[in-house]
């Protein structure tokens, strides 16, 4: 009876092993095997400046949009959480449904937006501030308000269940005990809600590490990702190379938010001993 | 009420900054003109038309329900047996299956894809739909597993007992106690499986060197020029995708409520 109960197990563990374990192992073994053993990829990505530049821009782009997204989030978050809880679901769907949109279709948007005939420009000339159309498309700034819209949903839920899930009488017994509005938000409120912040901010990071298609369709020539490296390297048929900058894709992924974790984590524990 | 109305208006401008992409481009799809631009000057249907009656647009729209349909279908039905079995695991083992479980979602689609790729090319495999299928079902199954998860949490383990106690086998005790209460749990997982299959590029895009689904189709297209049959496609896209979420989403909440009141 219980080899059976385990038995079930076995169609969800063969699937997540023969289709994601196994295929990572293949993607290190071909970043180190081909042609043959040796770290020569990994020497060849971290001697050239042009490949460094990507990496280094990869993880500055995918904490600013990570940043942004919180400074937006977290205010969105704590307005639905101040409103009273039978009207949240609604407020909260609306921050949703936006998520429910492809990736493709939502990056199709901003070109036809952020575009020489698009409608930015065309406002903007109609209201007669700008004579000529501005470039829009292909340039960071492209990248940033693309990337962020498809990602701040993912941060307002984020910081909104960390929020319902603090006493709202511990910041009234604040007020209570003479503490202003602004006080008791600072020294009660945002303190046990930055752990939220902190899993949103790396939620978002982690997923903007692997993103290709935004830079791809609105970024310019210099806005390319470690993700669009991998995808060019693929269709020139450098497994080896591609597979090694899947791994340092991986591994600075994990490294930085372990070393995220650990800054923040010193004084992250401190409320909840409080709380305590 | 000053402090009241500022919060209210920025989250009414977040808000319309996530819906500003499909406010544009659902009004564009209905666009008369040859060329994109907004406002359109004309009105029609002609990139609806043109959508409908191109055979390679629809070819790629097929193929991407019928790996969506096969992938959430494999992933639901794996996922809930593996929630049941990750229940009845021993604790020290628990936490590393699941952790395999739900790897999928954190780790970019791009490694994954690269690796099933290459995979696939030793076995010569590639241009599979089969091979795009489970793969689809292994990134999808970690929602399986937190949706339905949450859902089993929840349920009462003493209704199979009960079940068992009255003399059902163990299976039958299974599907007539244990089941019934998951089922909304399960079809909502169905669901967000179907389109997070629907909506991968990067794994069909290595993998399906010749046959496009609807994303590869429209990353093709796109890399060339703005073409406003995607306007067309996109809208029809969302309104599908948001029908089916917000199924998805209340038999979720409905099922999680339910069993809260017990």
């Known amino acids: ?42 020497e060849r990505f971290f001697a050239r400046p042009a490949y460094l530049s990507i990496f280094r821009n990869t993880l500055f782009v995918s904490a600013v949009v990570a940043g942004i997204c919180l400074v937006l989030g977290y205010p969105m978050a704590l307005f639905i959480v101040s409103q009273p809880p039978r009207r949240r679901p609604l407020l909260l769907f609306l921050v949703l449904v936006p998520l429910w949109m ?36 292909f340039t960071t700034g492209a990248v940033y308000v693309a990337m962020v819209q498809i990602l701040l949903p993912i941060m307002v839920v984020t910081c909104y269940t960390a929020m319902t899930e603090i006493d709202p009488g511990l910041v009234r017994a604040a007020r209570v005990c003479g503490a202003s509005p602004f006080a008791a938000f600072r020294k009660v409120f945002l303190p046990l809600s930055l752990e939220g912040a902190v899993t949103g901010w790396s939620v978002i990071f982690i997923l903007s590490m692997g993103f290709f298609i935004v830079p791809a369709l609105v970024g310019g020539r210099r806005d390319v990702l470690l993700g669009n490296m991998i995808v060019n390297q693929v269709g020139q048929a450098n497994w080896g190379f591609a597979g090694a900058l899947a791994i340092v894709l991986l591994v600075s992924t994990v490294l930085l938010l372990a070393l995220v974790r650990l800054i923040i984590g010193r004084f992250l524990y401190s409320p909840r001993e409080m709380q305590a | 009420m000053k402090t009241r109305l500022l919060p209210a208006f920025l989250f009414a401008l977040g808000v319309l900054f996530l819906f500003f992409p499909i406010l544009i481009v659902a009004p564009m799809s209905f666009s008369g003109d040859r060329f994109l631009g907004f406002p359109p000057k004309s009105w029609g249907f002609i990139w609806y038309e043109a959508y409908f009656s191109d055979p390679v647009w629809l070819a790629a729209t097929w193929r991407s329900l019928r790996v969506a349909a096969m992938a959430g ?15 009845k695991l021993p604790t020290r083992w628990r936490a590393g299956v699941t952790g395999l479980l739900l790897a999928p979602a954190i780790v970019p689609n791009v490694i994954v894809a690269l690796g099933v790729f290459i995979l696939a090319l030793r076995f010569g495999s590639t241009d599979s739909e ?25 349920t009462d383990p003493t209704l199979e007992k009960a079940a068992r106690v009255f003399g059902a086998g163990p299976l039958r005790a299974f599907w007539t106690a244990t089941v019934p209460p998951l089922a909304p749990a399960i079809l909502a997982a169905f669901i967000f499986a179907f389109f997070v299959s629907f909506d991968e590029l990067v794994i069909a895009l290595f993998l399906m060197g010749g046959s496009e689904t609807l994303p590869v189709r429209i990353w093709n297209d796109l890399r060339f020029e703005i073409n406003p049959t995607i306007a067309a496609i996109s809208t029809f896209f969302v309104v599908v995708t948001a029908l089916a979420m917000g199924l998805a989403e209340s038999l979720r909440a409905r099922a999680t409520r339910r069993q809260g009141n017990h």
């Open chain 1, 1 to 42: 009876m219980r080899f059976a109960n385990r038995l079930t197990l076995l169609p969800a563990v063969l699937l997540a092993l023969a289709m994601f374990a196994v295929p990572v192992g293949f993607v290190l073994a071909e970043a180190v095997f081909t042609p043959e053993l040796s770290l020569a990829h990994f």
């Open chain 1, 102 to 137: 492809s990736i493709l279709v939502r990056t199709y948007a901003w070109m036809v937006v952020l575009g020489r005939e698009g409608i930015v420009n065309g406002a903007l000339q109609w209201l007669g501030l700008i004579g000529e159309p501005l470039t829009l498309m």
């Open chain 2, 73 to 87: 279908l494999i992933a639901a039905l794996a996922g809930t047996a593996g929630v049941v079995g990750l229940a």
């Open chain 2, 130 to 154: 089969a091979t795009l299928v489970l793969a689809h079902a292994a990134i999808g199954l970690p929602f399986v597993v937190m949706i339905v998860g949450a859902a089993y949490r929840q």
